[in-house]
């Protein structure tokens, strides 16, 4: 079992900055892939980044290279998300995610463990 919390949504004008964390229990997320993803109301979970076990490998979704990285802090057992030069277009709700599957997952039935959300908005 892994019990996720998110947390670092917020408010931000567009061009601005945010950063999200993803704190584990129950398992070090060492030991398992991460991700994020996020939705709108009355959307599908879209994917937005992955990291996978032993950090081997990143993945982004094309919408947000360039702008937003993940990465890992394994002594903290949480995962962040960095999101720079943020859009209206990236307003909804954020979920980390664990996975004990290993490769590139790209889909939300893919990961078994989620976490509450937090909600990210961005004003023009």
């Known amino acids: 079992q892994v019990q996720l919390v998110e947390s670092g949504g917020g408010l931000v004008q567009a061009g601005g900055s945010l950063r999200l964390s993803c704190a584990a229990s129950?398992?070090?997320?060492?030991?398992?892939?991460m991700g994020w993803f996020r939705q709108a109301p009355g959307q599908d979970r879209e994917f937005v980044a992955q990291i996978t076990l032993s950090n081997i490998f990143i993945y982004y979704a094309d919408s947000v290279k360039g702008r937003f990285t993940i990465s890992r802090d394994n002594a903290k057992n949480t995962v962040y998300l960095q999101m720079n030069s943020l859009k209206p277009e990236d307003t909804d709700v954020y979920y980390c995610?664990?996975?004990?599957?290993?490769?590139?997952?790209?889909?939300?039935?893919?990961?078994?463990?989620w976490g509450q959300g937090t909600q990210v908005t961005v004003s023009s």
């Open positions: 995610a664990a996975t004990q599957n290993f490769g590139r997952r790209r889909n939300s039935y893919e990961y078994s463990y």
């Open positions: 129950g398992r070090t997320v060492s030991s398992v892939g």
